[in-house]
Structure formats: C-alpha cells, structure tokens
C-alpha cells in the first residue's frame, strides 16, 4: 500500500505545484486521488486494527472505509459526466482565459464537490443510523465491525455499498458511450484540431474508470474472501492502484514540460527579486554616503 499512497502524494503535489493543471478536470481528478488516498490509508488502519464491534476505533475506520470509497465512485461519475458535458459544449472552452468563464468554472467545480461529498455523507449515515437505532437484527444493518472493519453483512453490503456502486458504473458507462458517439462524429477543421486532446481526455478518465471499477470488485470480495493467496493478491493490486493511476495521469511528456516551465517561472522571479533588492540595497547605501553641506 505504501507505493499507492506515495504515487497519490506525488500526483496531489504535482498538480497542486503547477497552476496549470488545476482545471476544472485538474481539480476534479485531485478530487478522486484524495478519496483514494484516503481509502487507501483507512484500508491500511483496518488490517492493523482488532475487529469487534465494542472496538470504537475499528467502527471508525469502517464508516471511513465505507464513505472514502462511495466518494471515490462520485468522483469518478463527476469526470465522466464533465468529459461528457466538454464534448458535447464545446463552447465551454472558449471562457478558458474570460473573468466569466473563471466564475462558471468555480461554481461548477463547488457543485460538483458538494454532490460528491455529501451524496456518499447521507448513504453512509443513513446506514449508521440502521445500525445503530435498530434494534432486531435486521439484514439492512451494516454491522460495522462484526467480521471485519466494514460492512459485515451480505445484504447491507449489497444496499449500501454495490447496489449504488453499480449506479454509478452503469451511469459512466452511459456518459462514455455517449462521448465516444460524439467523438467519432467530429469532422469539422476547428473540431478536429481538438480531437487528439479531447481523445486524450477520454482515455484517460475511461482508464481510472475501468482501473476504480476492478478495485471495487476485489473490495467486495476481499469482504468476504479470508484465503491468503487472495489478501496478498488484492493488497498487491492495491498497492499497483495508484502507480497505474501516477503513470494514467503525471507520467506524460505535456505534465513535465509544464513542471519545468513552472520551476523555471519560480527561479526566475526569485533572481529577479534578489537583483531588485540588491539594487535598492545599493541605491540606499549609496544615499547615505552622499555628503550633507
């Protein structure tokens, strides 16, 4: 797990360092790697703590397991959504540079954070509400904490957990076969001097997608699969997860050209600003050295 969680701290600080790549896609895509992250991290808390469910810090790490990975999933909606939405306007693209189009960004982007974390908030507390005001042992409780730090009944499992995962799967999977139409439909001069980037958009998003898909079913499994050979293999795709999603998303020659220009900006204006202030050092210098009659 510790490569998965190094590979997402690098891309969070790439990203966050060059201004360039905080789109709106940027910042949805920083989204997504947080959530991962933070599932990765709670994932890794789980195996290191007791389950029971008198345990309050397993209960913890269970809702926060549960939630971080619904929040992933939103978050890979919100992008094939906006990829979809790109191409179908592609107008937006226009207000790149405009005061308005900063705004419209802005707001879509506080719209888009809003519906990716509270969606998953009201799931995930509708479920530890159940668990926790129902009395009888109902198959909708989650049982946090019973079998491991999680979800540990089939049917809450099915409810909470795969049943809106596969919404959301099923609803990308629309999003991206609609985006694909439309792509292969460009034939325009203006249009096309745009598709290789837009290609480019939607293979990679298709990819994170296809990549959080697989990662939720051994998720799933993992649940309910206590054979060895299949931990140290989920913990091993685990581990890969974000390594595939560094290599999907910062490993690419435009990433690095626009990390030098952004080092080169910053080394630049701090000699710039150390021959200024050399100059007014001398300048003062040079005043108090003047004689007075």
């Known amino acids: 797990m510790t490569a998965s969680i190094v590979s997402f701290i690098i891309q969070l600080s790439v990203y966050g360092f060059v201004p360039k790549l905080q789109s709106l896609p940027g910042k949805c895509l920083m989204s997504l790697s947080l959530s991962l992250l933070a599932t990765n991290l709670f994932l890794i808390l789980s195996y290191n703590t007791e389950t029971s469910r008198e345990n309050i810090m397993c209960i913890i790490v269970g809702i926060g397991r549960h939630y971080f990975i619904l929040v992933a999933f939103c978050w890979m909606s919100v992008l094939a959504f906006d990829t979809h939405w790109t191409f179908h306007l592609p107008h937006r693209n226009q207000l790149k540079t405009s005061l308005k189009g900063y705004h419209k960004r802005t707001s879509l982007f506080i719209k888009y954070s809003l519906y990716s974390w509270l969606t998953p908030a009201v799931i995930v507390g509708i479920a530890v509400s159940i668990d926790y005001t129902m009395q009888s042992e109902s198959a909708l409780k989650p049982m946090y904490g019973q079998v491991v730090c999680g979800l540990s ?141």
């Not at 989920?234 to 690419?252: A, E, R, V, W």
């Open 153 to 293: 009944q089939l049917f809450a499992i099915l409810m909470w957990s795969t049943i809106p995962g596969c919404l959301i799967m099923f609803v990308n999977i629309v999003f991206f076969a609609k985006t694909l139409q439309k792509l292969n439909r460009i034939t325009g001069e203006t249009e096309l001097a745009n598709k290789a980037t837009f290609r480019e958009r939607f293979m990679w998003c298709f990819k994170l997608s296809i990549l959080l898909g697989i990662a939720w079913v051994i998720y799933f499994i993992s649940s309910f699969v206590c054979e060895i050979w299949f931990q140290y293999f989920s913990q091993l795709f685990l581990s890969c997860q974000g390594l595939f999603i560094l290599s999907i998303t910062t490993l690419k020659k435009s990433v690095f050209e626009s990390l030098k220009r952004r080092v080169f900006y910053l080394r630049n204006r701090g000699i710039h600003r150390q021959q200024s202030s050399k100059r007014s050092f001398q300048a003062s210098a040079s005043m108090k050295t003047l004689p007075i009659f």
